[in-house]
């Protein structure tokens, strides 16, 4: 079975950080995560789960990445590949990508956005990662996709995304991406996990464990 491994990326901390290098200062793809985290508490402040729900998944899935489901829907795992090796890129992520044939996978060791918020001190929110199910879930679902995905809100975290009517349970540990898989880190088991399986939405999140 064909397989794509892409080794652990890390770019600089932010484009802020690139662009300030060569004179010009543009700010960064995660320089507003801190005010993303203080609207998504605002609006459960406002209007409840239900509402930071709808935003979620209609202003990011809908909205602002229409053109990402477009190609996704077109190209299949093809398109998801080429989305997420661009975004994460620009995220300046550090991450493993693992491409099958019929699965696609990322193990996210440094999630910028919520490493953003530790780094900081930043918790508006009371769960700043479940908005990344609540959009991408959206996003792939009228492509036909589902996830397997766990978050330890650490900044780590790992997604498997597969076709709806794939009956492959979630992987074992190492079983795809190998050594890079998230639970050989040090630090995986230093937060409380949140596990969604077979999921378009926050959901689907089964109960935390430790």
């Known amino acids: 079975m064909p397989t794509d491994v892409f080794q652990l990326q890390r770019s600089p901390a932010s484009r802020h950080e ?6 010009a200062a543009v700010l960064g793809c995660y320089d507003f995560c801190g005010h993303y985290d203080w609207t998504f508490e ?24 229409r053109h990402a489901a ?10 998801i590949k080429k989305y997420w090796a661009h975004t994460l890129i620009e995220e300046a992520a550090g991450y493993v990508i693992t491409s099958r044939e019929n699965v696609f996978r990322v193990d996210m060791h440094e999630c910028p956005s919520k490493g953003f918020l530790i780094r900081n001190g930043i918790e508006h929110s009371a769960d700043y ?14 492509a036909g996709f589902t996830i397997n995905h766990e978050h330890n809100h650490q900044g780590e975290c790992r997604w498997e995304m597969r076709k709806k009517d794939d009956a492959t349970p979630p992987s074992r540990s190492g079983e795809i991406s190998g050594e890079a898989d998230i639970r050989h880190s040090a630090e995986w088991c230093a937060g409380q ?18």
């Open 18 to 23: 690139r662009d300030t290098k060569g004179g």
């Open 42 to 65: 605002w609006l459960r402040q406002q209007g409840g789960e239900a509402l930071l729900r709808d935003y979620w998944s209609g202003a990011i899935a809908v909205d602002s990445q």
């Open 70 to 79: 477009a190609m996704i829907k077109e190209l299949g795992f093809e398109g």
């Open 129 to 142: 990662c479940d908005h990344c199910i609540e959009w991408i879930g959206p996003m792939l679902k009228p």
């Open 193 to 210: 996990k949140d596990v969604f399986e077979k999921s378009v939405s926050v959901a689907g999140k089964k109960p935390a464990v430790s």
